[in-house]
DNA sequence: AATGAATGAGATTTCATTCAT
DNA sequence: CATGAATGAAATCTCATTCAT
């Protein structure tokens, strides 16, 4: 099966992220064997190597594909319409697809490299970069936002962008680990949230 | 040749425990060896298998006498005060130790329950456990506020409970992984959202 | 779709074995992997095994090889000159291309089938030879010196030979591995030798 | 199995080493694995690597011992008996046990450390002290020799101890490999070298 | 004849756990 | 109760070789 096409090379490293990332999500990536993965994948260990040097660097592939997605949601997020319902679209971008099963398993594995990045600095690079970027580009809508009056000029942009994104962490793990959880009443709240914003007295939101 | 007193295993155990922390806090659980652990604690391998059965049940102390300090730390705040204010002493709690070098430790490892819960039905038991108590804590707290008048009587006091823990892990993330991180800000964002509750419209709040 | 002529498959098979010998120098036989061999000779592991049937093969036709030429050397030595001086020539044609860099090359190759001889029986039968025959040749023309009364009648002619062959097995090491290696002084020591040799008493020298 | 005495360690240590000489003898270091070495020592895997981090680490430490005993060898003939006849103590201690079956084994590995000396260079450092210092010891012997008189002023002292070094080399190689091989006869080509030498015009000698 | 992606047996090494002392 | 040497199953990764194109 000589000289092959660069999809074709390109297709055959996502079909080992995927199945890669099936048995990430169910076991984890320590407890998770290259057998696990080569079974997954249907193809054999040596297949694997031609496309990943080591295991290590099929986490840190999905930690990169993740980080690019979600800064690609973002972006379209932020791109697609008009700025004023800008972040009612991000809110609805990533929250939405907290019901997905195919994005729960994703969202599994990016706990896991939340676990990661504590002992991985290839991951850990990713993974800051996967809380810094989002941030920034939150933030940086926010303050457009502000110019335009649409929130109080004395709001903290970026630690308002910073808390919408660790409720919605902290939402990626309730929607895996509590009972009770549902989405609907979170996305409330959020407004209610971005409104209190909206009109709040700047001695209330000073940095 | 036993007899020793119940005190002395149970403070062994803690021992253990603690310097299992320590390692688990830079490594990751399977990552982090017996051996490490060995080292890091100055005990054998041997008196270590005489107050756990396994690595695995190490995690699972970790995980329970995790659980077991945050609600204690969530009923003490509670009890420790007028019941208009509870609320506050709460966020306080949680957030304040985001700082100490300590508890970073332990969050850490907090963060790799999260990981771990997944592949572990005993530790998932747990994390369970400790996603839901001290939601229901906290939305007893907010209905009895609601019964009092504190709080507009169409909030969704579970969604909200459930959204400020969530906020709560978000940013225990955040500490670790964005560059940017302060605390200060996000508490005003807390109460600035709690104060909108307080005076929300039913509608806003249905659950 | 074949059909090329032999003398391009054998200078095809000469370059693989040229290639292999710049790996097996520097690594040595085992450590060697054939893409080491495929990205020195530029070819891909197909074509290559068109000419080869195994790494193996690779080994034994460089032993061969490297026989063969010791051989001719040795023939060559003898024949281009007068008897009398057939000696002098092969010493030299051995000792003047310790220093040539191709040749040392090779030597190191040299040494590896020595080690290989140990396990494989084709690398044994051929490095056998390579001690055996060139032992043959220059005893043959000792024994020839013998009966010209150039050598002493009790002299040993095969030990001799065998002592000779011995010493420059020897320097091949040392211009390896000695740091204070130099030619000069050992061709006046083989020279001396071979002159006592002459002069010897029978007694000295009884096989 | 706790706490044994040093003792008790190093002679696991010597025995590990031990059974893997039998196996590099047999197969050589790289086709040798750590199965052959682990039957053939009766150890577990895990046993072995309580004493050695590698299996590089095992060849390095033949080679260690294995320089070591040599030069404990030269040193002890020269020392153990009156100066003029140290040479031929010397000559008697290496080629004595050329012919012991054991000693074979172990020469057999020497070989293959020659041949690892190419790409290991931990061990290319021992290989080297092992042709360096023997040389060393010899030429110093040699040179007292002069002083007294015993061999020709003008004789490289040097040269000669390489000489007689290589020689021995060569018929290590011959021990193996040639099939008509004795030693006695060289000794007798040995000692007509040296007496040539004791003899020998200052022009014929000089370094 | 040439290519090079794929194979899969097998190599080295690790590590949770045991148990004789 | 403590010790730590020993165990051995299993993990990651390699590499000689094949064969569809």
Known sequence: MPKVSPE????????????????????GFHPTTMKDIVRESGLSPGAIYNYFQSKEEIIESIAARRHEKERQLVLEAISKGPIATAL??????FLDDLDSPQERLRRRVSVQLWAEAQRNPQVRKIVRRSFDEPRKLLSEMLIEAQKRGAIAQGANAEALASFVIAAFHGLVL????????????????????????????ESAMAG
Chains 1, 2, 3, 4 share one sequence.
């Open 8 to 27: 074709y090379l390109e297709s055959r490293r996502a079909e080992i992220l995927d199945a890669a990332i099936v048995c990430f999500a169910r076991d």
């Open 174 to 201: 309730q929607r895996e680990w509590d009972s009770h959880f549902s989405i609907e009443p979170h996305k409330q709240l959020l407004d209610l949230l971005l409104g209190a914003v909206a009109g709040a007295p």
């Open 88 to 93: 009612d679209r991000v809110r609805d971008a």
